[in-house]
């Protein structure tokens, strides 16, 4: 069992110097490029108190996560089960950790930094169309920034078409849950599921325009 950095560091040679040096202290052009083409991040974040550790995905247009500056960005809050999991964490602990993806890349950009809940009108507006406007926007001040190599996306074949896997190799999402609470109802099929979900995520797309 390993229980100290030094018995760590002995498995491992040191990092490369070029491993150490592209650790940015905010975001370069290449960085604010990178979140321009991103549809997806994850964003990781923990409560108070030694609670567990959240990592939540968050998804829009390329773009959807704004940077005004080189040290700040901007991510709306576009709702889901209203757990509030990641944004309550963020109210006990303001630390966050996100990695940027986008399709097609085997590179991904990881930003640590900590965050602010904003629901002033000057935030919530700069997400706001005729018909929608985010209850808040979480407000990044960025601490550091980097560009993860592509081995782990290659090992992992992502994007690859050949690695994709039939959806009907597991239950569908409704069946698992009704499974897990003991449900008798019959749940919504794969296929119900899809379409409730892209009918609301089109009716999202036409209020923001």
Known sequence: MITSREQLMQLY??????????????????????????????????????????????????????????NTLLIPD???NNRLDSLSNLLDDPRLGLLFFVPGFDETLRVNGSAQLRDE????????????????????????????????????????????VARNVMPTLNQIIHAQMGLT?????????????GAMIAAEQIKKN
């Not at 040679?13 to 604010?32: I, S, T, V």
């Not at 109802?185 to 979900?197: I, T």
């Open 185 to 197: 109802a019959q749940p919504e099929s794969q296929e119900s599921m899809v379409a409730r979900y």
């Open 13 to 70: 040679d040191p990092p490369a110097e070029r491993a150490l040096l592209k650790q940015q202290w905010e975001l370069d052009r290449h960085c604010l490029r990178f979140i321009a083409l991103s549809p997806f991040v994850v964003m990781a974040t923990g409560g108070a108190g030694g609670a567990l550790l959240d990592a939540s995905p968050r998804g829009g247009k390329p773009g959807f996560v704004k940077a005004p500056d080189a």
């Open 121 to 164: 009108a000057h935030y919530t507006a700069l997400f706001a169309s005729d018909h929608f406007r985010p209850k808040l926007v979480i407000e990044v001040r960025v601490q550091e920034a980097y560009l993860h190599c592509a081995k782990a996306l290659m090992r992992s074949r992502l994007w690859s078409e050949e690695a994709r």
């Open 78 to 80: 576009a709702g889901g």
